[in-house]
């Protein structure tokens, strides 16, 4: 098992929040405390230190406790520019990535990436769900080796901004995760308010 201090934590909240209409979503609420703190503090425990990618209200980010890194590209790109953000400042191996939009993402989350990753002697590991449509691949739920950043900020300069394109580029495993439901996000102010009811631990 990778130790956990060889991984940094990103909680990915610098996107444009066009579907909520504009919101900062890291910011907006969820049982009574900011989307992004939600993330942070699930993550925390999985991980040796935190980080944050915002690019708007880095005060209220910063007062969360972790470092907050904005995008070195302008136009907000998408969540590789936060990535790239991540691995600028990364000061450990590997980087593993979560959006802040999805509050009750596995707590083992990181331990499986990582196993999927040394098992199949991989430069990166994603999270992928059972859906009724089939294998859906969760590519913001990203474990990444740090080694990884000249080949990512190359791969922005081209145009490319699609994550799915990037990491086709490398040796990826793809970890199955059986409870979709944890994966669930929040683009719009209706999904958000849906997830106000707490998740259920079973046993």
């Not at 909240?13 to 009574?32: F, I, T």
């Not at 040796?48 to 910063?62: E, P």
């Amino acid at each position: 098992m990778m130790p956990a201090e060889h991984i940094t934590g990103l909680v990915l909240a610098g996107g444009r929040g066009s579907r909520m209409g504009g919101v900062d979503k890291g910011l907006q609420n969820h049982l009574g405390n900011p989307l992004a703190l939600h993330a942070i503090q699930r993550l925390s425990p999985q991980v040796g230190t935190v980080m944050i990618s915002a690019n708007r209200h880095l005060d209220a980010y910063a007062s969360f406790g972790a470092p907050v890194w904005p995008d070195a590209i302008e136009d907000h790109p998408g969540p590789l520019a936060g990535f790239l953000a991540g691995l600028e400042q990364c000061r450990t191996p590997y980087l593993v990535t979560v959006p802040c939009d999805t509050p009750n993402f596995p707590t083992d989350l990181v331990a499986r990436l990582s196993e999927g990753l040394m098992a199949h002697g991989a430069q990166m590991a994603i999270a992928a769900t059972h859906e009724a449509e089939g294998m859906q691949v969760q590519p913001v739920f990203c474990l990444m080796a740090c080694g990884l950043k000249d080949s990512l900020a190359a791969f922005i300069q081209s145009g490319q901004r699609r994550v799915e394109q990037w990491t086709a580029l490398h040796r990826c495993a793809t970890v199955v995760f059986e409870e979709a439901a944890a994966f669930t996000n929040a683009n719009t102010a209706q999904e958000l308010q849906r997830l106000q009811t707490p998740a259920i631990t079973p046993g």
